[in-house]
């Protein structure tokens, strides 16, 4: 059995935005029909080098009008989505019943619109003197906090934390600790959309982390995490934010508990994958929350596509012993939302939870290592009670989550 907080933080509210759609209702039907969005990246400053193939990936609708049309028009897309998963977050949770002096915010990702950054460094770049006066602040990383509690009555706090790829579960660690520490009675862990440009997909596609062009006929079959056929993550744009409260302010829904969650460092500088220290982050977690990795049910893992990352993964799935757990991978459907992934994952988890059903890992043809108990084409129904999420990012940042179903956090 878990350890019994003296007073649970759960989560109360979630709001997605991906290649799926916007809303819970789009991310559902989508993520369990394992539909496929992937194709070539078409979104202006995207554009592959000249004499290359298009770069693959995931891109998304639109948002929903959620800003006045004055705030909307100086926010970046990256700002806009933002808004949107947090208004359906905020309505979700019900969180007006909570003053706002009581509610903080955590924004997960750093260098968060790049790509608008780039396409205004260039069409300024032969009239400098006209730089409109807000590009001196839009494009900061706390702009997304500004731009959030302008919009919604946020007051307690706001900030911003960088993980890398592992942002988005770092903010919902940074959220429970505010929660934890008395600062605030909820908090929002917004995992922010990581607008990337053509510069930052090359400068992947030659570290080797994101996948070749070899599929560029078919983008639909690229993306293959966890498959002896994998070559490199896909990008894929997403964003989600995740309501966590106190049992105790009396919020009515629940999705689930946070029984336990650590982020630590690893010592490594560039992209190396380390297998030490994601033991270490989940043993931790998990003792946090007074369980062992046998009482896991349910594994929601990293599970990018990249060779080296999945296989330090794969050895790190041995050292824990979770040949027992029902494991998929959310990044076969989604991509790869970087700054975004641990948020939008972990809601994954929460929503397969309330479904009592997993959704099909897309690709797994030939797993790499076929002794654990993957989710393949089809999802599966699986009543999920402990389950594990893990986010790793560049520079040794390690992340794991426990949560528990609601009734199992007591």
């Known amino acids: 059995m878990p350890r019994k907080a003296a007073d649970p933080i759960r989560f109360a509210g979630?709001?997605?935005?991906?290649?799926?759609?916007?809303?819970?209702?789009?991310f559902r039907e989508g993520l369990f029909a394992g539909r496929n969005v992937f194709s070539k990246l078409t979104r202006e400053g995207r554009e592959a080098p000249e004499g290359e193939e298009p770069f693959l990936g995931v891109e998304m609708p639109e948002p929903p009008q959620v800003l006045p049309p004055r705030i909307a028009r100086t926010a970046t897309l990256t700002g806009r989505v933002a808004a949107s998963v947090l208004a359906e977050a905020w309505e979700d949770a019900g969180l007006d019943a909570i003053a706002p002096e009581r509610i903080g915010l955590v924004v997960g990702g750093s260098n968060l619109a790049a790509r608008e950054q780039a396409l205004a460094l260039a069409a300024y770049a032969e009239r400098r003197a006209f730089v409109p006066p807000r590009h001196g602040h839009m494009f900061l990383d706390t702009d997304l906090c500004g731009l959030c509690t302008a919009a919604f009555p946020i007051r307690g706090f706001a900030m911003t934390v960088g993980g890398a790829s592992a942002s988005g579960a770092v903010a919902v660690v940074e959220a429970r600790n505010a929660i934890r520490s008395g600062r605030v009675d909820a908090c929002i862990a917004l995992g922010a959309m990581q607008d990337l440009g053509a510069h930052d997909l090359q400068a992947l596609r030659a570290l080797g982390a994101m996948g070749s062009a070899r599929f560029s006929e078919a983008p639909e079959k690229a993306c293959r995490p966890m498959d002896a056929d994998h070559d490199g993550f896909l990008y894929g744009e997403a964003a989600a934010a995740?309501?966590?409260?106190?049992?105790?302010?009396?919020?009515?829904?629940?999705?689930?508990?946070?029984?336990?969650?650590?982020?630590?460092?690893?010592?490594?500088?560039?992209?190396?994958?380390?297998?030490?220290?994601?033991?270490?982050?989940?043993?931790?977690a998990l003792a946090e929350a007074?369980?062992?990795?046998?009482?896991?049910?349910?594994?929601?893992g990293h599970a990018t596509g990249t060779p080296s990352g999945?296989?330090?993964?794969?050895?790190?799935?041995?050292?824990?012993?979770?040949?027992?757990?029902?494991?998929?991978?959310?990044?076969?459907?989604?991509?790869?939302?970087?700054?975004?992934?641990?948020?939008?994952?972990?809601?994954?988890?929460?929503?397969?939870?309330?479904?009592?059903r997993l959704h099909p890992t897309r690709n797994l043809e030939t797993p790499l290592d076929p002794s654990f108990r993957w989710v393949g084409a089809a999802p599966?129904?699986?009543?999920?009670?402990?389950?594990?999420?893990?986010?790793f990012g560049f520079s040794g940042v390690n992340t794991a989550l426990v949560l528990g179903a609601p009734e199992a956090s007591g």
Do not use: W
Request: charged share 20%; aromatic share 2%; hydrophobic share 40%.
């Open 380 to 391: 599966v129904d699986h009543e999920i009670r402990h389950a594990l999420k893990f986010s």
């Open 290 to 300: 007074g369980l062992t990795a046998a009482d896991i049910d349910t594994v929601n």
């Open 14 to 26: 979630i709001g997605v935005a991906s290649g799926l759609g916007h809303g819970r209702a789009a």
């Open 242 to 284: 995740l309501v966590l409260c106190r049992e105790s302010v009396g919020l009515s829904k629940t999705y689930g508990t946070l029984l336990g969650a650590a982020s630590i460092a690893d010592g490594t500088r560039g992209p190396e994958p380390n297998h030490e220290g994601q033991v270490r982050a989940a043993r931790m």
């Open 310 to 356: 999945d296989d330090t993964e794969l050895e790190t799935y041995r050292a824990l012993k979770l040949h027992h757990a029902r494991i998929n991978a959310t990044k076969s459907i989604l991509g790869h939302g970087l700054a975004a992934a641990g948020a939008i994952e972990a809601a994954t988890v929460l929503i397969q939870m309330a479904e009592g």
